[in-house]
């Protein structure tokens, strides 16, 4: 037996020891390994008890990961508020300035207002006719190489009509093709299928804005002495069928070559979330021309009126 001042400081020695070999690489596998395998023993021994054990260490756990997110998410909210004044003022000057030139155009377009409403006064101009819109949901695209068009959440049990104009805040969308009671199908203006007669606002020049699968579409059949610039604003010029109203934004010029003028939607057709569906008012193309081969036949088998004769 060691004396008692020699086991003592055995003892400390072999205590001082151990926890450095612990924290060392060899030392820290061996512990793993033999926790591991002491966990599995208990898991096959007593799997209750390591089941009810696990719960216990992830409900502690979970109020502890709680506990500690709740400030950094106050810290993280703060910083955020702090960066946010620091922005402010400057978003302040930016929106006064906008707010300033709003108001320009605001007085500018009451003042055109006014000299349109003399001006149709003057020329007799009928009003556009009255329109009806349904605003709707884009359920689904689908949209690809061969074709480029949505499917709307509206039909005709919200009195959505074929050949309605779809439409965002910003400009035309496309218009209807098929229309269920519950849905609708919407063509887009960039589908190949798809022709809008249009106009250039400055020159005023007429032409056809014909889709491609492309994100611009064309604009085409203008006349041969036009001249188009990048940035001029193209607009709808109306049809005979009354689907586009005139006046309609459709998008504008970005591209100008030979044979290739290539126009940027003022709507954005890759995010469309909501859209309108408008109707002007336009009939049934079918109904038409049914009623015009109606008239025409009737006037044909009509009787011809009596011709007095001299006695």
């Not at 020891?17 to 926790?35: D, H, I, V």
């Not at 960039?190 to 020049?205: C, G, L, M, Q, Y």
């Not at 064309?218 to 001029?232: F, H, K, N, R, T």
Request: charge should be neutral; glycine fraction near 6%.
């Amino acid at each position: 037996m060691l004396p008692p001042r020699h086991r003592q400081a055995a003892f400390k020695a072999f205590w001082s020891y151990w926890p450095r070999r612990l924290l060392s690489e060899r030392g820290a596998l061996a512990l793993a390994l033999f926790c591991a395998v002491i966990l599995m023993i208990l898991s096959l021994a007593a799997p209750q008890f390591v089941h009810k054990t696990r719960s216990v260490v992830f409900d502690r756990l979970s109020i502890i990961l709680t506990a500690m997110a709740s400030p950094a998410k106050k810290i993280s909210l703060l910083i955020e508020h702090v960066t946010g004044l620091s922005d402010m003022s400057s978003d302040l000057a930016a929106m006064r300035e906008e707010n300033a030139k709003l108001r320009q155009w605001y007085d500018r377009a009451r003042q055109l207002e006014a000299e349109n409403r003399s001006l149709r006064s003057l020329v007799h101009l009928a009003d556009l006719p009255q329109s009806r819109a349904v605003t709707t949901r884009v359920i689904a695209e689908s949209g690809g190489n061969f074709a480029q068009s949505v499917i709307v959440d509206a039909g005709v049990d919200e009195n959505v009509s074929p050949s309605s104009v779809a439409m965002t805040g910003d400009g035309i969308v496309g218009r209807t093709m098929d229309v269920s009671d519950t849905s609708s199908h919407v063509l887009l203006l960039t589908d190949v299928n798809s022709r809008i007669p249009v106009v250039i606002e400055n020159s005023r020049h007429r032409g056809i804005l014909a889709g491609d699968n492309s994100s611009q579409p064309l604009l085409m059949y203008l006349p041969d002495d036009a001249s188009v610039m990048v940035g001029e604003r193209v607009l709808t010029s109306g049809d005979a069928a009354g689907i586009y109203a005139p006046g309609l934004p459709v998008g504008v010029v970005v591209s100008v070559q030979p044979r290739n003028i290539r126009i940027q939607p003022f709507a954005d057709l890759r995010r469309l979330d909501f859209v309108q569906l408008i109707d002007f008012g336009r009939k049934d193309t079918t109904e038409s021309e049914k009623a015009a081969n109606s008239a025409a036949g009737a006037e044909t088998l009509s009787p011809a009126e009596p011709v007095e004769t001299m006695p």
